[in-house]
């Protein structure tokens, strides 16, 4: 069974920081083009970075770049997702999911067929 699971969200003050996991099983997590998304009450689903399948190209919503960072351990078969000067509007649900297709990955929630995980709350809030 294909499936991804998200852990490592929670309450953080602003300024901090969270390091969010995406774990594979059922599939080989460095085949596949894996893309981190967020999403507020009320806000439609935006993408939050990516990481490309081969050749580890990565890409970053502009309201986090610098701040976040998303990384590969294959050994683990699992996406991290280094949250760091956190603010309050940060504050959503965060998803992660996967997509076999040979191009490179996007920031496009349609592009993502293969599986999406369940969701983790990160809260940012003083």
């Known amino acids: 069974q294909v499936q991804l699971v998200e852990s490592g969200g929670g309450l953080v003050q602003p300024g901090g920081s969270l390091m969010l996991s995406c774990a594979a099983s059922g599939f080989t997590l460095e085949h596949y083009n894996i893309g981190w998304f967020r999403q507020a009450p009320g806000k439609e689903r935006e993408g939050v970075s990516c990481i490309s399948r081969s050749t580890d190209v990565t890409y970053y919503a502009g309201s986090v770049k610098g701040r976040f960072t998303i990384s590969r351990d294959n050994a683990k078969n699992t996406v991290y997702l280094q949250m760091s000067s956190l603010k309050p509007e940060d504050t959503a649900v965060y998803y992660c999911?996967?997509?076999?297709?040979?191009?490179?990955?996007?920031?496009?929630?349609?592009?993502?067929?293969?599986?999406w995980g369940q969701g983790t709350q990160v809260t940012v809030s003083s």
């Open positions: 999911a996967a997509e076999w297709d040979p191009s490179w990955c996007r920031l496009t929630s349609h592009f993502y067929n293969d599986a």
